[in-house]
């Protein structure tokens, strides 16, 4: 059965976004830098369609072994942006232009029905209002036999956790600080979350560590 | 010249005590497993004199690393304990009995003046009233040549890195949450802390990331 697979830059002090997420300003203040170590790299640019180059090595590597086999994508509703609360009369196509960088369908968690979006280069949004099972079973089913990636924000990623529902999470930890903003394991105290680590990949910019959820 | 060198255990969340520390619960609540990665060594029985055995392996070997070439230790007034405060008519005299585990002699910054007290087995605790470098400079003459330890808490750590005093910081993080408690990294929003990662060493229950501080 295809794995629920979970990435995500973390800062050391467990933040993945900063204060005041807005349109201007998506990861929210100071967290310009929170990517820096992907977003040079040749997998990257080659999702993006940023045209050739880009740094290969360890962890373009890494990028490349969580972007590859899948065949679906989750979200949540914040990461597809756009403000909270109903669709509006235009509404929002997502951050990344015409060409969104998934090429896979993806499945936002949304309490406010839409139609399915299709996009150029093989991403199709679909938008799922009840709840984090059926996504993840309509994601399977797209998926077609390779894993599903979920893509974050913290909140959804928190629901997957907390129902132990994810099979494998990468955690690309950043050696600084945000101080504010969204913290990953928020409103997790009661789930008695456990880890255990099954690869680690340190370099000087980015730790990168792989767990699975302990029984 | 001796490094100053910074150890502790945190959780994949941040942090480094649970809420509610107190002389019943000196870690926090919900922290009895913090460090359960090593007190089961063989390195760490040693230290406490717990008699023989213990483990060995991956995790002995950087706990052994860590407290290896230690002339001196640092540590602030709320990990030596006792309470907030003047010292009592019978003052504390730490948590760890008539022969600490340190074996060196131990600098506590508080701004309670008090005489130094020694213990048996080589812990000699000097209280430190007149600030971070002070204490620093006088361990640093009492390692005679070898390194100075950084004990905790997180307050004394936060007062060392925002002032770029951390030669070394091994960061032991554990795949597990506290959810609330002491932040290994509050109050350093303003310092543009960047650290830089010089060695990784992964183990199921606990990811060991030694950092320098980024100039």
Redesign the interface.
């Given at each position: 059965m295809s794995k629920l697979r979970f990435n995500i830059t973390m800062t050391?002090?467990?933040y993945v976004a900063g204060p005041s997420q807005s349109v201007e300003n998506p990861l929210g203040e100071g967290a310009d830098h929170l990517h820096d170590w992907a977003v040079k790299l040749k997998t990257f640019r080659e999702m993006h369609g940023d045209g050739g180059g880009g740094e290969t090595g360890t962890n373009d590597d890494v990028l490349r072994e969580a972007v590859e086999n899948i065949g679906a994508t989750i979200m949540g509703r914040n990461m597809f942006g756009g403000g909270p609360g109903p669709w509006r009369e235009q509404p929002w196509k997502g951050w990344w232009g015409d060409n969104p960088p998934f090429h896979t369908p993806v499945f936002v968690l949304t309490h406010y029905a839409r139609e399915p979006l299709v996009m150029q280069g093989g991403t199709t949004f679909t938008f799922v209002t009840d709840g984090i099972e059926s996504a993840l079973e309509q994601a399977r089913e797209a998926a077609g036999g390779k894993d599903v990636a979920l893509g974050g924000g913290a909140s959804i990623a928190q629901q997957y956790m907390a129902e132990g529902l994810i099979d494998e999470m990468e955690?690309h930890?950043v050696?600084?600080?945000l101080?504010?903003g969204a913290?990953?394991?928020d409103n997790?105290?009661d789930?008695e979350?456990?880890?255990?680590?099954?690869?680690?990949?340190?370099?000087?910019?980015?730790?990168h560590?792989k767990?699975r959820i302990?029984k």
């Open positions: 050391l002090d467990a955690i930890i050696p600084f600080l101080g504010s913290r990953l394991f997790l105290q789930s979350l456990r880890l255990e680590s099954v690869r680690t990949i340190g370099t000087p910019s980015v730790t560590v767990y302990a």
